[in-house]
């Protein structure tokens, strides 16, 4: 059963702290995204990664940074933690398919996790 | 700009009845569409996948449709039930990437 999991549902954190965030798979895919999500915003990207020690800047990067050290293992970084980045933030999976399996790379369903409430006081 | 716009922001409905979602997208070139259900507190989880060439798609009571001339989706939620309450989501991805473009998701409450 695919599973992705984060290392906490719930965090309260303050002003200026460094705060990471970590998101587990163990369905061996290639990449991994990090989102957070708003009240009537939606989701939106953060950081992605397509394999070990890469990443990508998505939508909104800035004020996070992220570390691929391990295939499994995404961590998102709040380096000095402000109020305005209180908010749920997502980690997803997905698979990143073979060229002989003749699909889009879009194909893939992104996994999610269930999600870490962050708060900033 | 790729933008997916869904409607109604929120709606409430008795159960057993049905209902049904929209989602309008201009995200070009279009690769495949797909409905998550997000409950309160955890990731979202998908329901369908659409692409190009498909019209319809069911998922027990989900029916999910796509025009992709008028680049329109429906979700069609039969018979509710009171764990239908939850946020749908509706997700287009363009071809060739792995990246996609979120509608900020319809709110449904069911009322016994």
């Known amino acids: 059963d695919v599973k992705v999991t984060q290392s906490s549902r719930y965090l309260v954190k303050r002003t200026g702290e460094k705060v990471f965030l970590e998101c587990v798979q163990d369905?061996?895919?290639?990449?991994m995204f990090w989102y957070r999500q708003d009240p009537g915003l939606g989701l939106r990207l953060i950081y992605f990664?397509?394999?070990?020690?890469?990443?990508e800047k998505g939508d909104i990067p800035e004020g996070y940074s992220v570390s691929r050290e391990k295939k499994e293992r995404f961590s998102l970084i709040l380096e000095s933690a402000s109020t305005n980045q209180t908010s749920m933030y997502l980690c997803?999976?997905?698979?990143?398919?073979?060229?002989?399996?003749?699909?889009?790379?879009?194909?893939?369903?992104?996994?999610f996790g269930p999600g870490t409430r962050l708060t900033v006081t | 700009k790729n933008q997916v716009e869904q409607s109604p922001q929120s709606l409430i409905i008795l159960e057993g009845k049905n209902c049904t979602l929209q989602?309008?997208?201009?995200?070009?070139?279009?690769?495949?569409l797909r409905w998550y259900k997000q409950d309160t507190g955890r990731g979202p989880v998908s329901l369908t996948i659409?692409?190009?060439?498909?019209n319809t798609k069911s998922n027990g009571r989900y029916t999910a449709t796509l025009d992709a001339d008028t680049k329109q989706s429906s979700l069609h939620i039969t018979a509710s039930q009171l764990s239908d309450s939850a946020s749908y989501i509706c997700?287009?991805?363009?071809?060739?990437?792995?990246?996609?473009?979120f509608g900020r998701g319809t709110s449904l409450i069911v009322h016994p």
């Open positions: 997803a999976s997905s698979l990143f398919p073979s060229l002989s399996s003749g699909r889009a790379p879009s194909y893939y369903e992104q996994y």
């Open positions: 369905m061996d895919h290639e990449n």
């Open positions: 989602c309008n997208y201009t995200v070009s070139p279009f690769s495949n």
């Open positions: 990664s397509y394999d070990v020690k890469m990443k």
């Open positions: 997700v287009v991805f363009s071809g060739g990437s792995y990246i996609p473009t």
């Open positions: 659409m692409t190009f060439s498909e």
